[in-house]
């Protein structure tokens, strides 16, 4: 293989690295430390070749006698280089305050495993599992406005997930792919250089695993790693048989077929990207034609789905007098489209509780003009407190769906629970809508207890917004003394 061969695929493994080593190496190429080596290796290049070969004799005995524990020492030295020069995902995570709950995540995706031993509770059942475990694995530092989604350890997540089946499956997997790479460096000489360079890429990957969950346009790359280790490895052979022109053409109508469900596969996964970027545009920009884009792209996500129902309901609930019956009957072709989106992201996911909430919200709507409707949106709510009893976010989810719809009543009953269950990372959020209720309410004195209560746990806009209401409300206080 040539150097530039070479170089060219260490290059490509380089993208194939975690983020986190990705900065620690560009840290140490592009700074003084990289340079200096660079320095060092072209004076000794320049010595080897101008001061002959006699000259350094005794220094090419030193290297070669202390050859191992020098390059241990050059690895540990600029590891620990990178480390201190690295800028990005590196440090961040050691600095990063959601640890906590990082590494409460890992203990009740453990303690999941164990109370389902041996199939765990199935495939991306994570989200939901983490908030109802929090009394066996308690945790104070639960912060309800971003829960994980996911447990950031993938050998955890197999346990919880599949149990001791999936996760011994896992490890045999990678154990088993890890093996032939080992026999491959060992003995495929031609191959070593390659072969190497891609298990030390898939290494760094699978570790970046145990603390951070790649993205989806990513997942397949350890895949192909592992592809390239096992074939550079002479580990794929082909069957006899395949002289048999009968058995040639059945493996060729196979291929054929492979192919075909490859491709259409990809088209899918492509419409998926396209339509999570739209997704994506519309959080940014608040458009709700992005959600649309979205759900229309790939209709089988309820996340998409249930993001178009509420950016529908809400900005219908901008539009019209809420309280006048005729406005909402005007809207019923819409609600009764929008309702159907949200029950079938209902029917996608049906442990999601925000779809439940959302399914509630538009519920809350039709029940003023048709009443097989009503009492729908209260059960659709109480689905998603049984999945979520805890959440103050559920319960302000509902009172911001009980408000819109104009039930001022139970919008500030429901703001009033969710402030109960708040701690210190969502009680800002929480009093401050309580205290906005109030206000318009015309309850000033509970306005301004509530305003005063979210006060220390806002920051910025939202903080200044709710200094200017409570200035508001001690100067009509003191003008009424």
């Given at each position: ?9 260490l290059?490509g493994?380089?993208f194939?690295?975690?983020e ?8 140490l190429v592009?700074?003084?430390a990289g ?5 060092v290796?072209?004076?000794?290049s320049?010595?080897w070749h ?19 524990p ?6 540990v030295?600029?590891g620990?280089i ?5 800028k990005?995902?590196?440090?961040d995570f050691?600095?990063d305050?959601?640890?906590s ?11 999941n ?9 199935g ?5 939901y ?6 009394d066996?694995v308690?945790f104070?530092?639960?912060n ?6 996911s ?7 197999y ?15 990678w154990g088993?792919?890890?093996?032939f790479?080992v026999k491959?460096i060992r003995?495929?000489?031609e191959?070593?250089r390659?072969?190497?360079s891609?298990?030390v890429?898939l ?6 695993n145990?603390?951070?969950?790649t ?10 790693a592992a ?32 192919s ?30 992005y959600?649309k ?7 089988f996500?309820?996340?998409y ?7 529908n309901i ?8 809420v309280?006048?019956?005729s406005?909402v ?35 809350l ?34 009172a911001?769906?009980?408000w ?37 309410d015309?309850?000033?004195d ?6 005063k209560?979210a ?6 806009r939202?903080?200044?917004?709710v200094?200017e209401?409570i200035q508001?409300l001690e ?7």
């Open positions: 293989m040539s150097l530039v061969s070479f170089v060219l695929i290059f493994l380089f194939l690295a975690p986190g080593l990705q900065v620690i190496i560009n840290n592009f700074s003084w340079l200096a080596l660079l320095g290796i072209v004076a000794v320049l010595t101008f001061a002959g070969r006699n000259k350094v004799e005794v220094a090419q005995d030193i290297i070669k006698q202390r050859q191992k020098l390059l241990l020492l050059l690895v030295l600029f620990l990178g480390l201190f020069l690295a990005g995902s590196a440090k050691l600095n305050p959601s640890n709950q990082r590494f409460w995540a890992w203990r009740a995706g453990i303690q495993g164990l109370d389902h031993l041996w199939l765990g509770t495939p991306s059942t994570v989200p599992f983490l908030p109802t475990i929090r066996k308690p104070d530092d639960w309800d406005n971003n829960i994980t989604g447990l950031h350890n993938e050998p955890i997540d346990f919880a997930a599949s149990g001791a089946i999936g996760l011994i499956a896992y490890l045999l997997l088993s792919i890890f093996y790479a491959g003995h495929v000489s191959n070593r390659l072969i190497l891609l298990t890429a290494a760094f990957f699978l570790g970046f145990l603390f951070f969950f993205v989806v346009n990513t997942m397949f790359l350890p895949w192909i592809a390239f280790i096992l074939i550079l490895s002479n580990n794929v052979s082909y069957t006899s048989c395949a002289d048999s022109t009968v058995f040639k053409g059945w493996i060729r109508g196979l291929a054929y077929v492979l075909g469900i490859f491709t259409l596969a990809s088209l899918v996964f492509v419409s998926y990207w396209i339509a999570d970027y739209y997704l994506g545009k519309g959080f940014k920009t608040n458009n709700s034609d959600y884009k979205a759900a229309t792209l790939f209709p996500n309820d996340a789905l249930m993001r178009h129902s509420n950016a809400v900005a219908m609930a901008q539009g019209i007098d309280n006048d019956v406005a009957e005007s809207m019923k072709p819409e609600l009764e489209s929008t309702i159907q989106l949200a029950q079938r992201a209902v029917d996608i996911r049906p442990l999601g509780h925000a779809n439940w909430i959302n399914y509630g919200a538009v519920s709507f039709l029940e003023k003009v048709d009443d097989t409707y009503i009492g729908q949106a209260d059960q659709h709510f109480q689905k998603a407190l049984d999945l979520r009893p805890k959440s103050e976010i559920a319960h302000l989810e509902i911001m769906s009980y819109r719809a104009g039930d001022r009543d139970r919008a500030i009953d429901y703001a009033k629970k969710a402030t109960a269950l708040a701690n210190k990372h969502t009680i800002g959020r929480c009093s401050g809508i309580l205290g906005q209720y109030y206000y318009t015309e309850q000033f509970k306005a301004l207890e509530a305003f209560a006060k220390d746990y806002l920051r910025g939202d903080k200044q917004m200094e209401y508001e100067s009509k206080r003191e003008n009424q003394i």
